[in-house]
């Protein structure tokens, strides 16, 4: 046998396609030149709940311990952690799947009442391949959560078609981690613009907090002290408020509903209250201040 006989066969050098791909999404991500708050704020916080009860979960027929999560969120956590926000007066926004309707209608009920958002988060927590089940999916989750707030869905965290959440009326996503301020995102074929707010996973309380998640080895796991957590929360806050930038905190009611992380997030909001101008809009109320103050204009394309 030849040296020639043992060789592998050279590979092709995937770095002009990754460059090409950096290109790409670097082209359909676009800043917000000039991006202000209105006047007197120096920060905009948004706290978001993934209100999924773990139905993904249940979806892939998880052990039960996993499912029981899920319940715990419906029935306690997601009740602590409201009335919290309602004691502080922070808006918050619920990524709620439609299926949520059905299994705990009661929870949407009062948190609307409370002057709080509903956004999409897909019907059973997955978006299929086909479009018509998607189309389907999404537009009876639009009408379910409509239903219940009293007024047309506005925002969504999820994979969807950029197209088809614009022709149901969806304006904003809160889907990336592509930056840490606010932009707009064209689809693959630099089309249907879409309005990001960007939530990063050092603000992900499953970061923090998980233990079997997704199947996940137990070397992976984390249940970290909830004091780290604040210190590690308040920092990313000040670096934030300093340059007048933005937070987009991801919460699950099974993770952080939970006594002793809801006393540690009133502790944070509370601290952050003591600086001023600290804005906790709801997704939708930062989504219509920006589309009307900095809209997409076809210059920025």
């Known amino acids: 046998m030849t040296s020639s006989d043992t060789t592998a066969p050279a590979r092709d050098d995937p770095f002009p396609s990754l460059v090409d791909t950096a290109r790409f999404q670097r082209n359909r ?7 202000a708050y209105p006047e007197g704020v120096k920060i ?8 999924d009860a773990m139905l993904l979960r249940r979806l892939l027929n998880e052990p039960w311990g996993q499912k029981a999560k899920g319940e715990f969120g419906g029935r ?3 009740w602590r952690i409201m009335e919290m926000f309602d004691e502080e007066e922070v808006k918050v926004t619920l990524f709620t799947p439609g299926r949520i309707c059905e299994l705990y209608p009661e929870v949407l009920k009062d948190v609307v009442q409370n002057g709080h958002e509903l956004a999409d988060h897909m019907w059973e927590h997955e978006v299929y391949p086909d479009p018509e089940i998607e189309d389907a999916h999404l537009t009876r989750t639009l009408a379910a959560l409509s ?3 009293g007024k047309p869905v506005t925002g969504t965290r999820s994979s969807h078609t950029p197209g088809l959440l614009k022709s149901k009326g ?3 996503n809160s889907f990336s981690s592509a930056s840490d301020m606010p932009f707009y995102e064209l689809d693959a074929q630099g089309a249907n613009p879409i309005l990001q707010l960007p939530f990063h996973y050092a603000l992900d309380d499953a ?4 233990f079997g998640w997704l199947d996940t080895p137990n070397d992976a796991q984390r249940v970290m002290d909830v004091d780290e957590v604040f ?3 308040w920092a990313a806050f000040l670096q934030q408020y300093r340059q007048g930038g933005y937070l987009n905190f991801l919460l699950h009611p099974f993770v952080s509903g939970h006594a002793m992380r809801v006393d540690m997030l009133q502790r944070l909001i509370q601290r952050m209250k003591t600086l001023p101008g600290v804005w906790f809009p709801t997704c939708d109320a ?15 394309k």
């Open 207 to 210: 970061m923090y907090f998980s």
């Open 147 to 149: 239903a219940v707030q």
């Open 44 to 51: 905009a916080v948004n706290f978001t709940l993934d209100f």
């Open 231 to 233: 210190e590690i929360w």
């Open 170 to 172: 969806v304006v904003y």
């Open 29 to 35: 991500r676009i800043p917000i030149p000039d991006f």
């Open 286 to 300: 930062l989504a219509r201040h920006i589309l009307t103050t900095h809209p997409m204009t076809p210059e920025a």
């Open 76 to 78: 306690v956590g997601v």
